[in-house]
Each structure stands twice: as C-alpha cells, then as structure tokens.
C-alpha cells in the first residue's frame, strides 16, 4: 500500500484508554466498520471482543478534532522521497520538506 491507501484502509478503534479517548467518554467496545466486521467480526466476537459495528468507518461521523485524524509520512529509504497520505475522515493534511 502507499501511505494513501493505508489511511483510508478500515481500522478497529478501541473506546478503552482513558487519555486516548478525552473528552469521550471511556468505553469497553471495539468501534468496528462493517466491512471489517464481515470478515474479522466473529473472531474478535470469540476472543471476548464487544464489536460495535457501524457503517462508516469511526471516526468519519464525529465532530471535528483532532482523534482520528491521521497523517502519515513515509520516507524512502533507497529514493529518499518523501510520501504523505491523510485521513479522509477529516479536514486533514501534510507536509514534508
């Protein structure tokens, strides 16, 4: 995958870390896409994963901030080119010099 494609790949979010989820409340849910959860829902289920499906992937339907908003640069190690991909999810960008 190029940094694009793995930003907009679908993910598993967790509700149980304290200092991960502020100002949200703590959960004990796994926040899972529906096209994630088609094919890994059931074994996640029979490890005593509690799934909450959704079907968008988390965080596309929450309010601006910035939880979720994923970046990523990648250098080339043979090129040294530098690579960028952003979360759709939301206003989102990156820069690399």
Same mark, same amino acid.
């Given at each position: 995958?190029?940094?694009?494609?793995?930003?907009?790949?679908?993910?598993?979010?967790? /509700? %149980?870390?304290?200092?991960?989820?502020?100002? @949200? $409340?703590? !959960?004990?849910?796994? #926040?899972?896409?529906?096209?994630?959860?088609?094919?890994?829902?059931?074994?996640?289920?029979?490890?005593?994963?509690?799934?909450?499906? /959704? %079907?968008?992937?988390?965080?596309?339907?929450? @309010? $601006?901030? !910035?939880?979720?908003? #994923?970046?990523?640069?990648?250098?080339?190690?043979?090129?040294?080119?530098?690579?960028?991909?952003?979360?759709?999810?939301?206003?989102?960008?990156?820069?690399?010099?």
């Amino acid at each position: 995958m190029n940094p694009q494609q793995a930003v907009e790949a679908p993910t598993v979010t967790t /509700t %149980n870390f304290h200092a991960s989820n502020y100002p @949200q $409340p703590v !959960g004990d849910r796994l #926040i899972v896409p529906r096209v994630l959860a088609e094919v890994a829902g059931k074994a996640l289920e029979a490890k005593g994963h509690k799934l909450q499906v /959704t %079907n968008r992937q988390h965080p596309y339907d929450q @309010q $601006p901030a !910035g939880a979720g908003a #994923i970046k990523l640069i990648w250098v080339d190690p043979r090129t040294g080119v530098f690579n960028v991909g952003v979360s759709p999810a939301k206003d989102n960008y990156a820069l690399a010099y």
